[in-house]
């Protein structure tokens, strides 16, 4: 039964077009038919005389031919509605308009070009929000460091401050600065990740080792917060490019120490399995809930709208964009004040 439905499915529109021009073959030629022997049967018309039959079928094939021109007008203008109501959703699309939707019933070609047509709008919308996202949220991140280096700056050079009030204000224009400088370079990394197709400069190194190290680099961070990290890490060595591999520990580790509360814990374990290399990040800090999570991959999202934590929304997308590049998966499991897990997994 389903082979029986695919195959009308696939040369229905072909089925169509061919009962369309024979129903206009058999309409023509019954009328033709109909006035032949109309005219025979009134004795206007003689087989017997040549001349009154050549003249006569003349006027029959000429007549065909107009009516059957006619019909074939009229019908195809009835049949091609569909396609005419594509092309005038196909003009509001080209003009930005991407709430734009196409029901089509019948010709199951028509159908299926219908429903691609819906899928390709739904998508161009998606995209479209994302963009406008991006930029909003890109301009926010962009102008508010930029904004606070400008007003503390004017207050130093205004004078009229002791020299705490100085250090306080330096300190702010360099943390500033700073935060610029990393959004700057985020910027940069995610534009340059996404430009990759294929992963260059490959060499086997051991993954255990270099987690080890991205533990040592990020110490001030989890230090400063009093955080314990307990690693456990089975040898495992990946063939890959390191620097860009680094790239997600480096991230998901600044991630989980972020959200983690004062003097919390951060789980980390590396193991290979039949499926291939499994990494797992899980910090009891304070989660999130199903929205978060729905959009926590894409860029400049941040859970946090109060923008309490330090961050511009980059670096999980970063993540995401590796893990692609290296064929692999990250998910994450997470519920508001009982934590995350961040579960990478690589070919």
Request: a negative charge.
């Given at each position: ?285 304070v989660g999130m809930d199903e929205q978060t999570r729905a ?53």
């Amino acid at each position: 039964m389903k082979w029986m439905n695919k195959f009308w499915k696939k040369w229905s529109l072909t089925a169509s077009l061919i009962l369309f021009v024979f129903a206009v073959m058999l309409v023509v030629f019954a009328i033709a038919g109909a006035i032949v022997a109309l005219r025979y049967h009134k004795g206007l018309f003689s087989f017997s005389n040549a001349g009154s039959t050549a003249s006569f079928s003349f006027s029959i094939i000429a007549l065909c031919i107009f009516l059957g021109i006619t019909l074939t007008g009229f019908f195809s203008k009835k049949a091609l509605n569909p396609i005419r109501k594509v092309i005038r959703a196909i003009h509001k699309v080209a003009g930005g308009d991407f709430d734009v939707h196409v029901d089509i019933k019948g010709v199951g070609e028509l159908e299926e070009l219908s429903q691609s047509f819906n899928k390709m709008t739904h998508e161009l919308a998606s995209i479209e929000t994302l963009r406008s996202d991006f930029v909003n949220n890109f301009s926010h991140e962009f102008k508010t460091p930029i904004v606070s280096i400008r007003g503390f700056a004017k207050l130093l050079r205004d004078g009229n401050l002791n020299e705490e009030e100085k250090r306080e204000y330096l300190n702010i224009i360099i943390a500033e600065s700073e935060r610029l400088a990393e959004l700057s370079t985020n910027v940069l990394n995610i534009s340059k990740y996404e430009n990759i197709e294929i992963i260059a400069d490959k060499a086997p190194f051991r993954l255990d080792e270099q987690i080890r190290k991205v533990v040592v680099l990020t110490e001030p961070k989890w230090s400063a917060k009093d955080i314990a990290i307990n690693a456990e890490l089975d040898k495992v060595i990946l063939d890959g490019n390191e620097d860009l591999i680094q790239q997600i520990w480096l991230n998901l580790l600044d991630n989980a120490i972020k959200f983690s509360h004062q003097g919390g814990m951060i789980n980390i374990n590396l193991k290979s399995t039949d499926d291939g290399t499994l990494f797992s990040i899980h910090d009891d800090g304070v989660g999130m809930d199903e929205q978060t999570r729905a959009r926590i991959f894409d860029k400049f999202y941040q859970g946090d709208t109060s923008h309490a934590k330090a961050g511009n929304g980059l670096g999980l997308a970063i993540v995401q964009r590796i893990v692609d590049l290296c064929g692999g998966t990250v998910e994450v499991e997470s519920e508001p004040e009982k934590g995350s897990i961040f579960i990478v997994l690589l070919p």
